[in-house]
């Protein structure tokens, strides 16, 4: 597993059988692991719980190869539990059966357990329930491992007993710092130019465990001057970019290109697109969260919005991919640029409140139809005014619930289009005021 730390190591190699580096380079304390001061030091809350002497059950949430597996087994050493590592990929319920038994059995013998779950995440609802009461009598003290938002993927009764610990990816700074010891421990540096050595650190995307296993490879060419940039590009394949199109970090990018273009930034907006499109995701998916950002977050501000965007949609359909992925961009950029509304968003949310609260309510008689006598007679239509006869073509009648108060939904901003809808607005409640008098 990944394994980040800041030590050089002591043991000397074993040349028949050579460890994987990141294997020897696994950290031996809790201060030796890289990134993650946040949650360790004494401020934090795993250093809070470990001065205190108290280690309560806890989810572990990050990427790949920021230390959860290192950290895990760390804190079992830390507060002398026993430490059980197991994977809900290959475990079923009568092998997690045996584990709490013989937690019970190590309990009974003055001895805590730490039980490790990694992938906790792809336990079902039964399963994870499995573990409440082991957690309760104090049996053992969960530690879960998940890539996934837990709140999404975790039982509510599992997360009120446990605390989620969020672990960060690591940074160019920590990756370095990883290279460094790994040098240490290798007794050389690596053949790379300066360019090199930033690409390659960048290969790892923020993966400690990632980086290790490059460096590995980059030690056995055995090179005796340094290679560019280019030639290290030619004998590395680049790291795919974490992405999971149904996924935590679908839903991420998503928001993040959704509000770099309700922040007008189409910079970051393409850049966003980008990063979801280098992962994979359907253009079409894109496409459809593009159309509604135009109704969404631009509206009548930019009536022509909306069309672009269904354009945009249609041109990626005759073409395909590449191509058709440019009329998409093209609409990223527009969308980003154009002027910004939600009031007709705001007044629709309104107006189905509204219509909750008064689902009863008849239409006033004047504008209903009357095409029987008996309909007639009951007053239906009577009174209408036929609002293109009215001078301005407008009647200013009501057309809402006899027994509702008029309410006001649509209140346009003084943006793009919708500055002159609103001049269309004011002016009508002008007339209306003037002629219910």
Excluded at 421 to 430: E, G, Q, S, T, V
Aim: glycine share 8%; aromatic share 8%; charged share 25%.
């Amino acid at each position: 597993m990944s394994d980040l730390f800041d030590r050089a190591a002591t043991a000397a190699p074993d040349t028949a059988h050579p460890r994987p580096l990141a294997d020897r380079l696994r950290p031996r304390a809790l201060a030796e692991v890289i990134g993650q001061d946040k949650v360790l030091s004494p401020e934090g809350p795993l250093g809070a719980m470990l001065a205190a002497g108290s280690l309560s059950s806890l989810i572990l949430w990050g990427p790949p190869g920021v230390g959860k597996t290192t950290i895990a087994r760390l804190l079992a050493d830390a507060t002398d539990l026993a430490f059980v590592q197991i994977s809900a990929i290959f475990t079923g319920v009568p092998d997690l059966r045996k584990v709490f038994e013989a937690a019970k059995l190590r309990r009974a013998q003055g001895r805590g357990t730490l039980l490790f779950v990694d992938e906790i995440h792809r336990f079902n609802k039964a399963q994870q329930d499995g573990f409440l009461p082991h957690m309760e009598d104090g049996t053992i003290v969960l530690v879960g491992a998940t890539t996934e938002n837990p709140s999404f993927e975790l039982n509510a009764a599992l997360l009120s007993r446990a605390q989620v610990i969020v672990l960060e990816r690591l940074s160019p700074a920590d990756l370095e710092r990883l290279a460094q010891r790994a040098e240490k421990e290798l007794g050389h540096a690596l053949p790379l130019t300066g360019d090199a050595r930033a690409a390659l650190i960048e290969m790892a995307d923020g993966d400690g465990r990632a980086l290790l296993n490059l460096i590995e490879q980059v030690a056995a060419w055995k090179l005796s001057t340094p290679i560019t940039t280019e030639a290290l590009a030619s004998r590395l394949m680049r790291r795919a970019a974490k992405y999971d199109k149904s996924g935590d970090e679908h839903y991420n990018l998503i928001s993040a290109l959704h509000k770099s273009v309700r922040g007008s930034d189409p910079d970051a907006a393409l850049y966003w697109f980008a990063r979801m499109l280098e992962g994979g995701e359907d253009p079409r998916f894109l496409a459809r969260r593009l159309t509604r950002m135009a109704v969404e977050d631009i509206g009548l501000a930019d009536p022509q919005a909306q069309s672009l965007c269904l354009h945009a949609w249609e041109v990626y359909e005759r073409l395909g991919s590449p191509e058709g992925e440019l009329a998409l961009a093209q609409a990223v950029t527009y969308l980003a640029l154009a002027p910004k509304s939600n009031a007709g968003y705001v007044a629709y949310k309104a107006a189905r409140d509204l219509a909750r609260k008064t689902g009863s309510e008849p239409p006033p008689k004047h504008i209903l139809n009357a095409p029987t006598r008996l309909m007639k007679d009951q007053g239906y239509g009577a009174g209408y005014a036929y609002d293109h006869d009215a001078e301005d073509a407008f009647s200013g009648q009501n057309y809402f619930p006899d027994a509702m108060k008029r309410p006001l939904l649509y209140q346009p901003v003084e943006r793009g289009y919708e500055r002159e809808l609103k001049k269309r607005l004011d002016w009508f409640a002008k007339l209306r005021a003037e002629r219910n008098r």
